[in-house]
């Protein structure tokens, strides 16, 4: 097992920088997950750190290994793949004992390794059938077999969960994490899946166009994203942006008033007619009583309560998935849309207006030009 570390890799195609300023250090035997949308750089990074593609310039060390002119398979690392790419006319167990078999180990270690394997992937019983006699989800642990029979010091995981269908990739990701656990070796898993970071990384690397946006554990990067792109990319239904002005002591959403506390304004030194990108998750949107049962009660007493933390809104589209309810919803004069998140006995119909109460407290304030989080 080894720590892996890279300083300031970038790697260019012919003009196109495909990733720069690639700096982290994976400590021995965590979990790193490496994020972001198709295209932000996620597989060059990996193909780095196998030996499968040359870094332009920077550094990156195995161990206390400099590696940028080791070839790949004298790196110690195994890679799995999102096609599994196995030996179709060998059987699983050839297929698992490949690696080994190629380094002329004794056959009957090879024997016992294989088995070994097999057996904490509950593969055992499979020994003799060739790929095309398994299920999806069997042959990609093969191609898993076959990466930890060869006992890496890091393994390199890109996308290897792509290709199953839900409920095969929710549970192969558990008996990964179940894996991990158990061998301790030093992993970095890339896919666009921000559920499988969220649940299996000790620490999460954010990647965006090329460059790092932030890196963290599960929760920071959750409760704390640095930026707009990490706000929006971890989390689902994604976070909510409301492009406000600064006006009258308050932010202006679409032509509605949300009052802010005094902390709020002294820490953003505002003034009058700064914009903003204010964020705010599903789960911290409330809806208050219905409407027009507000509005009975407020010409009741002769004047409307200033609830100044709320929107009024119009809902589009019902969700309902069991547990909760996922409602969208417009604001009035404005393509700005809300998922909102409630409980699943709340159950509105499109066209209902609602008083939303959004929590403060839970409020985030992105630069509007940036993206950068500036509260
Ligand atoms: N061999 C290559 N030649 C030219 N451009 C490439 C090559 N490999 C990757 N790229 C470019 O580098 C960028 C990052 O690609 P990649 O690392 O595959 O992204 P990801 O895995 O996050 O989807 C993309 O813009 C891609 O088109
Ligand atoms: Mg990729």
């Known amino acids: 097992m080894a720590n892996v570390r890279l300083e300031d890799i970038k790697r260019k195609f012919n003009n ?43 550094k990156l060390y195995i161990g206390d290994r400099l590696v940028n ?21 060998m059987s699983v167990a050839q297929n698992i004992g490949f690696g080994l078999q190629m380094r002329k180990i004794d056959s009957k270690i090879i024997q016992e390794r294989v088995l070994n394997v097999a057996r904490s992937l509950s593969l055992d019983h499979l020994l003799d059938r060739k790929p095309k006699q398994l299920s999806g989800g069997q042959q990609q642990r093969v191609a898993l077999g076959r990466a930890i029979a060869r006992e890496p010091q890091v393994f390199l995981l890109d996308e290897p969960l792509s290709n199953l269908d839900a409920q095969l ?10 894996l ?4 301790g070796i030093t992993t970095i898993y890339v896919t666009h899946d921000q559920v499988e970071a969220l649940t299996l990384a000790d620490k999460i690397v954010v990647l965006n166009r090329g460059r790092i946006q932030q890196i963290g554990d599960p929760q920071t990067i959750y409760a704390s994203p640095a930026n707009q792109m990490v706000a929006t990319f971890l989390g689902s239904p994604p976070m909510n ?19 802010i506390s005094a902390v709020v304004k002294e820490k953003l030194q505002l003034r009058q007619g700064d914009s903003f990108d204010l964020g705010i998750r599903p789960e911290h949107i409330f809806i208050n009583e219905p409407l027009s049962r507000l509005l009975e009660a407020s010409g009741r007493e002769g004047h409307q309560e200033a609830n100044e933390s709320q929107l009024i809104v119009e809902v589009k589209v019902v969700e309902p998935l069991g547990r909760e309810t996922l409602i969208r919803a417009g604001l009035p ?11 699943g006995d709340v159950r509105p119909r499109p066209g209902d207006r609602l008083s939303l109460q959004l929590d403060l407290n839970q409020l985030f304030v992105f630069d509007s030009k940036t993206g950068d989080r500036i509260l």
């Open 169 to 178: 990739r929710d549970d192969t990701r558990a008996e990964l994490k179940q």
């Open 333 to 343: 004069d404005s393509a700005v849309v809300l998922n909102i998140q409630v409980s």
């Open 241 to 259: 942006i409301l492009p406000a002005i600064y006006e009258n002591n308050g932010f202006y959403v679409s032509g509605q008033l949300l009052a």
């Open 16 to 58: 196109v920088t495909a990733i720069e300023d690639i700096t982290f250090e994976i400590p021995d035997g965590e979990f790193w997950v490496l994020v972001g949308p198709s295209g932000c750089g996620k597989s060059t990074i990996l193909r780095t750190i196998a030996g499968l593609e040359t870094a332009t310039s920077g």
């Open 69 to 89: 002119n080791i070839p790949a398979r004298q790196r110690d690392v195994a890679m799995v793949f999102q096609n599994y790419a196995l030996y179709p006319h």
């Open 180 to 183: 991990h656990q158990e061998l």
